[in-house]
């Protein structure tokens, strides 16, 4: 089995928030939780490394069920089990704003990537201490940019792109947010349903991504990922589009990525339990 990442989701903390944004699409209110175990999650970090060597892991991934750096001192703890991977971390940048010098020890424990996930342009303005930080400390930044009605609905794709280039940012995700085929059935995941429904056009997805096509040719790909997402070069910012929001589906010879789950097992599906290799 070979896989393309680790992506290892950080346990919130014993005490306090899940996390410090309320997003009204968090994908995280409709699918599955597992059950926290502190101690088993990090006694096993050992094996999740060798397997992920054993899988031919290119990259680790540090996000959460809620905001990771509201875990730090574990979120630290995990980042120096993989300072030997190219590591990125997802992450609102809130807590990271008021605890900035937090960076310099990310970078000294391996972070190469830090990617925010925002849904809104003037969130490029106000991360822009934490844009100009990772800069000055030689690490790449990522905007993910979901898609939804808090963008300007008429809004061009050079819009954008002229709007960001400026913020000291590497790399554009544009993310169309999906409903999983499966999902909670409560309260909350019923909200976030109904909110995507109602506040999320995918006609604003394929519009923008038509306009990207419109201004790009072969020359300008950089790259294509292993699950077909391709990569353009435009203005010298890595563009990217992307409509795959979790983890459902796999095949189980070459799969996207290796999952641990703050119960402390590796799984390769985020919404199945019995995918759980161990």
């Not at 490394?49 to 809620?66: D, E, H, P, R």
Request: with cysteine; hydrophobic share 40%; net charge negative.
């Amino acid at each position: 089995m070979k896989a393309n990442n680790l992506t290892i989701s950080i346990p919130q903390p014993k005490d306090g928030f899940r996390c410090d944004e309320n997003c009204p699409y968090c994908i995280s209110l409709m699918t599955p939780f597992v059950q926290f175990n502190y101690d088993l999650f990090f006694d096993n970090l050992e094996k999740v490394k060798y397997m992920a060597k054993t899988c031919s892991v290119s990259s680790v991934l540090l996000t959460g069920k809620g905001e990771p750096t509201l875990n730090y001192h574990l979120l630290l703890q995990t980042a120096m089990k993989f300072s030997s991977f190219p590591m990125e971390l997802q992450t609102n940048g809130k807590w990271l704003l008021d605890h900035i010098d937090a960076m310099k020890e990310l970078k000294a424990v391996g972070l190469d990537t830090l990617a925010f996930s925002i849904d809104n342009l003037y969130n490029v303005i106000e991360l822009y201490p934490l844009s100009k930080k990772a800069c000055d400390l030689g690490m790449t930044v990522r905007v993910c940019l979901n898609l939804t009605n808090k963008i300007t609905p008429k809004i061009k794709f050079v819009e954008i792109i002229a709007s960001i280039k400026d913020f000291l940012i590497d790399q554009l995700l544009f993310r169309q947010l999906m409903i999983p085929d499966k999902v909670l059935e409560t309260e909350q995941s019923k909200k976030v349903q109904a909110w995507i429904r109602d506040n999320v056009d995918v006609s604003t997805y394929n519009r923008l991504y038509q306009e990207m096509l419109n201004i790009v040719d072969e020359k300008d790909l950089i790259r294509i990922l292993p699950h077909g997402v391709r990569v353009y070069d435009i203005d010298n910012i890595a563009v990217t589009f992307s409509d795959y929001c979790v983890q459902e589906y796999n095949n189980t010879e070459d799969i996207r990525s290796l999952i641990y789950l703050e119960d402390g097992h590796l799984y390769t599906s985020w919404d199945k339990i019995s995918s759980r290799l161990f």
